[in-house]
């Protein structure tokens, strides 16, 4: 849609050049910045190459995401640290390096997505991925009001079951899972893409997480 983007991933692997080369074909320049989000200094790399390409971050989507099951009984801290240090902390350190440029510009989205997990029970083995993802929803909420007639709108997204490949391998028991959800259908990424760039666009929007799950969450109500 017309925008200059970096992606990003720990590493520069063939997926994630591959995803450069399908948003070139779209239109617009594409800079490939890997790196470690859980790591500051990493994020400090990423946005000095993105200046340098670009000049100045107006959107910023924190999209860094793993998964992991295992029994609280069984985690350390170690499965905790590291599961924050990807969804909250990644997003921390991003905000931190591109928000004080948002507000002196007055101008800037930041969007955080989260998970329809935080909303319902996310299933035995996954506290620690439900809180992480419930942290960033606050995050979203709290960040926005602060941010709120200075320039900058905060917002979120929790998709439901999507077609990814976290999901596809790392989901147990996917075919009865998909079957419970009201609409029939696991989620296509197109469809969270789309409802990313409609947050992003709609300048009425700051401090809410929009949920898109099928149906789940209100099934659960």
């Known amino acids: 849609n017309g925008a200059n983007v970096a992606v990003n991933a720990r590493k520069a692997s063939a997926a994630l050049k591959a995803v450069a080369r399908e ?23 990423i946005v000095a190459r993105t ?5 100045d971050v107006d959107i910023l989507v924190n999209n860094a995401g793993i998964f992991g099951l295992k029994s609280l009984k069984d985690m350390v801290p170690e499965d905790w640290q590291t599961m ?3 969804h909250v902390f990644g997003a921390f350190n991003m905000i931190r390096l591109v928000l004080p440029r948002m507000l002196e510009r007055r101008r800037g989205v930041i969007l955080n997505v989260a998970s329809f997990v935080a909303f319902r029970p996310p299933g035995p083995g996954r506290s620690h991925y439900g809180a992480a993802k419930a942290a960033l929803i606050g995050l979203t909420r709290n960040l926005g009001l602060e941010a709120a007639g200075k320039g900058v709108r905060v917002v979120g997204l929790a998709p439901g079951l999507t077609e990814t490949e976290m999901v596809l391998q790392g989901i147990p028991n996917l075919e009865r899972r998909v079957r419970s959800i009201p609409l029939g259908r696991i989620g296509k990424p197109e469809e969270m893409a789309h409802a990313v760039r409609f947050l992003i666009e709609n300048d009425f929007i700051t401090g809410e997480t929009y949920t898109i799950d099928g149906g789940m969450t209100m099934r659960m109500v």
């Not at 617009?28 to 994020?43: F, K, P, R, T």
């Not at 200046?51 to 000049?55: C, E, P, Q």
């Open 51 to 55: 200046r340098k390409a670009f000049g």
């Open 23 to 45: 948003a070139r074909k779209a239109g617009g320049e594409v800079l490939v910045a890997a790196g470690d989000v859980s790591d500051y200094e990493a994020c400090d790399a």
């Open 84 to 86: 924050f240090g990807v």
